[in-house]
């Protein structure tokens, strides 16, 4: 079989939630600030994500500090050793009370 050219399978989360979301596992955790921006963006790498859409409810105050957090992380001499490059979208899913 020849391989197309350019063809490849991306895995995508269209749906996501960080600790923002206060309804979410990720808020529930024993300690209110144990998951970083850092390790949120490592969890999602090391699952071999390529797309993340991030859909907090009542707000985006999470997007900017992942988004901030893997320029970091992307500008670092380890990056292409130790990550794996992501594209973050950034939503909100509202319910109206903001």
Sequence with gaps: ???IVGSRWWKFDFHTHTPFSTDTPWHNLPEPDSLSASD???KYMEAS??????TDHNGVG???????EYRQLKDSQ??????KRITLRGSNEGNGNV
Excluded: Q
């Design 49 to 54: 994500i390529d797309c993340v859409a991030i």
């Design 62 to 68: 999470w997007i900017d500090k992942l988004v901030a």
């Design 1 to 3: 079989m020849n391989a």
């Design 40 to 42: 949120w963006l490592r």
């Design 78 to 83: 380890a990056f292409e050793k130790r990550y």
